[in-house]
């Protein structure tokens, strides 16, 4: 009969395998290899550690190389998403300058250009303080205790209330603070052209 206290290490060390292997995504193979990595570090055999830390250095290679591989394929997204983008604002430009109607089309694509709603440019740092106390909206936030209400942390901002500040540049330009200005925006839209031109 085991001795119940090297019987209870067993049991012990059993537990302890069990809770490194049985990780979640990991399958029954990747398990079989820790429980076999697990074995060799029993063994205290120089070559078999060697071999262990091969593994780690191995992971440290692949992790190396998958994110310089990361990296390069989002600089290279990046590249098309700014290529992309100046193509659409040169679109933008030509119809903001009537060069193109709204709905341009080719022998192969059509768009559809349309304004949306102007994008307000505040420049609040340059505001009047008459013109922050008309157009400008406060947000304070207090951080007190459920227990009697004493304010531990209290701050406040003031920045330009836009959507007032949009109708008024729009409506009556005149009276909204003088560094205030509206930037006309469009929005494009493309896709294949409905009716193909056939003959051309």
């Not at 949306?116 to 400008?136: I, T």
Request: proline letters at 3%; a neutral charge; charged letters at 35%.
């Amino acid at each position: 009969m085991a001795d119940p206290k090297s019987y209870q290490e067993i049991l012990q060390e059993q537990k302890m395998i069990e809770e490194l292997i049985d990780l979640p995504n990991t399958d029954d193979e990747e398990k079989q290899e820790l429980a076999m990595l697990w074995r060799d570090l029993k063994s205290r055999e120089a070559y078999k550690f060697d071999a262990i830390i091969g593994v780690i250095k191995e992971c440290d290679n692949c992790i190396h190389q998958f994110t310089k591989e990361m990296d390069e394929l989002r600089g290279t997204v990046d590249y098309w998403k700014s290529k992309r983008q100046n193509v659409i604002n040169i679109i933008k430009a030509a119809y903001q300058t009537q060069l193109i109607s709204a709905k341009p089309t080719g022998l192969k694509y059509q768009a559809t250009i349309k304004n949306v709603l102007p994008k307000v440019k505040d420049n609040f740092d340059k505001w009047s303080e008459a013109e922050r106390q008309k157009f400008g909206i406060k947000k304070t936030i207090v951080v007190e205790t459920i227990r009697d209400g004493d304010v531990l942390k209290k701050r406040e901002d003031i920045y330009a209330d836009k959507e007032e500040l949009r109708q008024v540049l729009m409506d009556n330009p005149s009276v909204a603070p003088d560094e205030a200005q509206l930037v006309r925006r469009v929005s494009l839209s493309y896709g294949y052209r409905k009716r193909l031109q056939k003959g051309v």
